[in-house]
């Protein structure tokens, strides 16, 4: 008798039969389907551009001066709260360089009133609570994530946190230690270590330029952390964002009733001068190292200013572009010479800093110093591609709407505009005013603020390349480490 398994459709011949038949009719089916008149090109299909619009924060100011940002988002039971103080280390006193840093700390660590910093702790973990703070030159941040059902009561805590700070001894002591053996150990990590000193040298003639040691650390006391918090931690300096699944009417409510009894001092804070950097000054710091560390800096226009736009496509082109950028595609895709290489652009409220790197084998150093020079003054002097500066713009269009990933970005990126003195349209003219630049504009531009005979250059490396410098060049300083 026959086997009749193989005219079964489950058998295994009959399959692959089937699916050669498929194969066929769907190819065919593709076949005349590019070959209809009826279906449009592909590569002729456009598309309406697209349009995106953020959502507007409520801002609200209660009767003591306190400024509020309020977004509502209900996709998720959490609610985030996020303070912006004007406060930084460019207000540290002299010699006691650091007491900014700490005092932000030790408000986080160091309790309040009626509860140690320590039970603070179990109560924020019980609560699932998330606390950050961090100082910079120009602000101090302190944000707070929490549950819906636990918002009211993460407020009153982190209301008592800004206000009402302990500032235990113990606590005080413990940062203090850890601060200095986060400085003891920067001398082993010779890129932290240049990026420090080049903030030091660029900021040079302000008090943004002064750096943390082990002996200002030491002379802090904990009746500096009290004054410098009376002095910065107040309503009139304080800006607060909160958003997430809350109602508007329910925040303002809240805020009222926790911060609305807070006080403004009544003592005035002059901001500190600009910076005036020493131009064109090469300065050297002699390290036993197998590379060398270069960077190049000049002070840059403010984010208010109409430079900051060509400025932002220079930045892009020259080093921060990733693969594509100049520096990386010229010292280290060609040529190999650096292990780590780009460019930044930061943009204050009232003075900009750019700057170019490379982090390279020591016998490079001065070939990679070349190379920089030339990058820097080929954008100031050669005209773009059109095709180049539209890729750019896109480039950076197209990564503007992750600035805008969550109810907690948006809110916080207004009240930034209103912290920075930036128009109230700053955002929504951006896309606008980036698209604009011409290539004249980047000349102009790169002209007028990146001259590279004018560039601060920090270079950390051996005493072979410290010497073949100061022989190569003009204006060479030699600089200690001050850790």
């Given at each position: ?19 050669t038949i498929l194969c066929l009719v769907f190819s065919h089916s593709i076949v005349s389907a590019v070959a209809s008149p009826f279906l449009p090109n592909p590569d002729r299909i456009t598309y309406k551009p697209l349009s995106f619009t953020p959502p507007k924060a409520e801002r609200v100011t ?307 110093i070349s190379l920089l020079r030339g990058i820097v003054k080929d954008i100031g002097q050669k005209s773009l591609l059109p095709k180049e500066l539209e890729m750019t713009k896109g480039s950076i269009l197209n990564s503007f709407i992750f600035s805008f990933a969550s109810a907690n970005q948006i809110a916080l990126q207004q009240l930034m505009i209103e912290y920075e003195g930036l ?61």
């Amino acid at each position: 008798m026959k086997d009749k398994s193989i005219l079964r459709p489950h058998s295994f011949l009959s399959k692959i039969l089937f699916l050669t038949i498929l194969c066929l009719v769907f190819s065919h089916s593709i076949v005349s389907a590019v070959a209809s008149p009826f279906l449009p090109n592909p590569d002729r299909i456009t598309y309406k551009p697209l349009s995106f619009t953020p959502p507007k924060a409520e801002r609200v100011t209660l009767d003591n001066g306190l400024v509020l940002y309020v977004l509502e988002d209900h996709e998720l039971p959490l609610v985030k709260i996020t303070a912006v103080i004007r406060t930084g280390t460019m207000f540290d006193p002299p010699e006691k360089e650091g007491l900014a840093e700490l005092t932000g700390k030790v408000i986080r660590t160091g309790g309040i009133k009626g509860m140690t910093g320590s039970a603070l702790d179990e109560t924020l973990e019980s609560m699932a609570a998330i606390l950050h703070t961090s100082t910079n030159r120009d602000s101090g941040v302190f944000s707070l994530s929490v549950l819906k059902n636990d918002w009211e009561k993460g407020l009153e805590l982190f209301s008592r946190i800004l206000m009402t700070p302990v500032f235990e001894m113990e606590k005080l002591t413990q940062e203090k230690e850890l601060k200095t053996e986060e400085l003891r150990r920067i001398s082993d990590d010779p890129q932290k270590l240049a990026f420090r000193e080049f903030g030091r040298l660029i900021h040079e003639g302000s008090p943004r330029g002064r750096l943390v040691t082990a002996n200002s650390i030491n002379r802090i006391q904990r009746d500096d952390l009290i004054r410098f918090h009376r002095l910065f931690y107040q309503p009139k300096g304080v800006m607060i964002s909160i958003s997430g699944d809350i109602d508007r009417k329910e925040a303002e409510t809240l805020m009222n009733r926790y911060f609305g009894n807070w006080r403004p001092t009544e003592e005035k804070v002059e901001t500190p001068p600009l910076p005036r950097p020493k131009e064109g000054m090469i300065y050297i710091l002699p390290k036993d190292l197998p590379q060398s560390i270069v960077i190049f800096g000049w002070l840059a226009p403010a984010k208010k200013s109409p430079f900051s736009f060509p400025m932002e496509i220079i930045d892009f082109i020259v080093g921060s572009g990733g693969f594509r950028s100049r520096i990386f595609q010229e010292i280290r895709t060609n040529r190999g010479l650096a292990y780590s290489a780009g460019s930044f652009y930061t943009a204050k409220s009232d003075y900009g800093l750019f700057g170019a790197y490379a982090l390279t084998k020591s016998e490079s150093t001065l070939e990679v110093i070349s190379l920089l020079r030339g990058i820097v003054k080929d954008i100031g002097q050669k005209s773009l591609l059109p095709k180049e500066l539209e890729m750019t713009k896109g480039s950076i269009l197209n990564s503007f709407i992750f600035s805008f990933a969550s109810a907690n970005q948006i809110a916080l990126q207004q009240l930034m505009i209103e912290y920075e003195g930036l128009p109230e349209d700053y955002l929504m003219t951006y896309r606008n005013k980036i698209s604009a630049v011409r290539t004249e504009d980047l000349l102009k531009a790169a002209g007028r603020y990146l001259d590279p005979e004018k560039a601060i250059i920090l270079i950390i490396g051996n005493d072979t390349i410290c010497k073949e410098i100061s022989v190569s060049f003009k204006e060479v300083s030699t600089i200690e480490n001050p850790l």
